[in-house]
């Protein structure tokens, strides 16, 4: 199988299906490494992929896409061998607006969709972005920008006490200013990224299954529900204990919801889209 920078390593060549994880603004494949060994346990037969983007962990020295178009064009060319094995998407915050543009790519080329996408914490395509206002005029969270072009205006100390209150980052990493100008401009260029998603597109041929924290302060219930309206097999809604990054703080509820939707897709025939 030819490789790519997209994936640590070549996927298994027998697993019966791969879950490909596409990471939250900020975040990386890291968000994921516990996820093998953790799916394995529960008795899900899969092999997981989490998705390393360009500009953050592995890549930094790379440069980083801030618009969401050309970035699936890349994913589209670059994953399409692996994507067209059986297969189910994983995306959180920023993460689940890459996937569904990726599953609309591939939909429109006619190319092999997932079996079920899993989409979290963020909302609905038609949906304007959400802001945090923590009384510093700051920005936060996948898709959360200040500025009218899209871009983060919040102070770098503004943005971190944001990503604090979100949960998105330990309020111990405020003391370390070397580890926040690392960490920082990737959160704004994927706010940018997150925010040049342009008008929605349409329903996707694969059941979505959603799931939002019950405390998130940033992307409320009825906003993820929202999402139906692309799910042009089914959609199933499910509400996690935890706020905006329950990935992290209550991740073994979400692999115990994770784990069955992995077995209940591990036999069925791959799905094509036809081209429209």
Same mark, same amino acid.
Do not use: K
């Given at each position: 199988?030819?490789?790519?920078?997209?994936?640590?390593?070549?996927?298994?060549? %027998?697993?019966?299906?791969?879950?490909?994880?596409?990471?939250?603004?900020?975040? *990386?494949?890291?968000?994921?490494?516990?996820?093998?060994?953790?799916?394995?346990?529960?008795?899900?037969?899969?092999?997981?992929?989490?998705?390393?983007?360009?500009?953050?962990?592995?890549?930094?020295?790379?440069?980083?896409?801030?618009?969401?178009?050309?970035?699936?064009?890349?994913?589209?060319?670059?994953?399409?061998?692996?994507?067209?094995?059986?297969?189910?998407?994983?995306?959180?915050?920023?993460?689940?607006?890459?996937?569904?543009?990726?599953?609309? $790519?591939?939909?429109?080329?006619?190319?092999?969709?997932?079996?079920?996408?899993?989409?979290?914490?963020?909302?609905?395509? %038609?949906?304007?972005?959400?802001?945090?206002?923590?009384?510093?005029?700051?920005?936060?969270?996948?898709?959360?920008?200040?500025?009218?072009?899209?871009?983060?205006?919040?102070?770098?100390?503004?943005?971190?006490?944001?990503?604090?209150?979100?949960?998105?980052?330990?309020?111990?990493?405020? *003391? %370390?200013?070397?580890?926040?100008?690392?960490?920082?401009?990737?959160? $704004?260029?994927?706010?940018?990224?997150?925010?040049?998603?342009?008008?929605?597109?349409?329903?996707?041929?694969?059941?979505? %299954?959603?799931?939002?924290?019950?405390?998130?302060?940033?992307?409320?219930?009825?906003?993820?529900?929202?999402?139906?309206?692309?799910?042009?097999?089914?959609?199933?809604?499910?509400?996690?204990?935890?706020?905006?990054?329950?990935? $992290?703080?209550?991740?073994?509820?979400?692999?115990?919801?994770?784990?069955?939707?992995? $077995?209940?897709?591990?036999?069925?025939?791959?799905?094509?889209?036809?081209?429209?």
């Amino acid at each position: 199988m030819t490789t790519t920078e997209y994936l640590a390593r070549a996927p298994r060549p %027998h697993a019966p299906v791969r879950l490909l994880c596409f990471p939250f603004a900020g975040g *990386g494949a890291s968000a994921y490494a516990r996820w093998q060994h953790e799916l394995d346990a529960r008795g899900a037969s899969v092999d997981v992929l989490p998705v390393r983007l360009p500009g953050r962990e592995s890549r930094s020295g790379e440069p980083r896409f801030t618009e969401l178009a050309p970035l699936v064009e890349e994913l589209n060319e670059e994953l399409d061998e692996v994507l067209a094995s059986p297969h189910l998407l994983y995306g959180h915050s920023m993460g689940a607006l890459v996937a569904y543009a990726l599953m609309r $790519r591939r939909q429109e080329r006619g190319a092999p969709l997932p079996r079920a996408a899993l989409l979290a914490a963020y909302r609905a395509p %038609h949906l304007p972005p959400p802001r945090l206002d923590t009384g510093t005029g700051a920005c936060a969270g996948a898709g959360a920008c200040a500025g009218a072009d899209g871009s983060c205006a919040a102070s770098d100390s503004g943005l971190a006490r944001a990503l604090v209150a979100l949960g998105g980052l330990p309020e111990a990493l405020l *003391g %370390h200013p070397e580890w926040l100008r690392a960490l920082l401009p990737v959160v $704004r260029d994927d706010l940018a990224l997150c925010a040049s998603a342009g008008p929605a597109g349409g329903p996707v041929r694969v059941p979505l %299954h959603l799931f939002t924290g019950a405390d998130d302060s940033l992307v409320r219930t009825s906003e993820v529900t929202a999402w139906r309206r692309y799910a042009a097999r089914g959609c199933e809604v499910r509400v996690l204990p935890g706020g905006h990054f329950f990935l $992290r703080t209550h991740e073994e509820w979400l692999l115990d919801e994770v784990a069955p939707l992995v $077995r209940r897709y591990g036999g069925r025939r791959t799905v094509h889209a036809a081209a429209s």
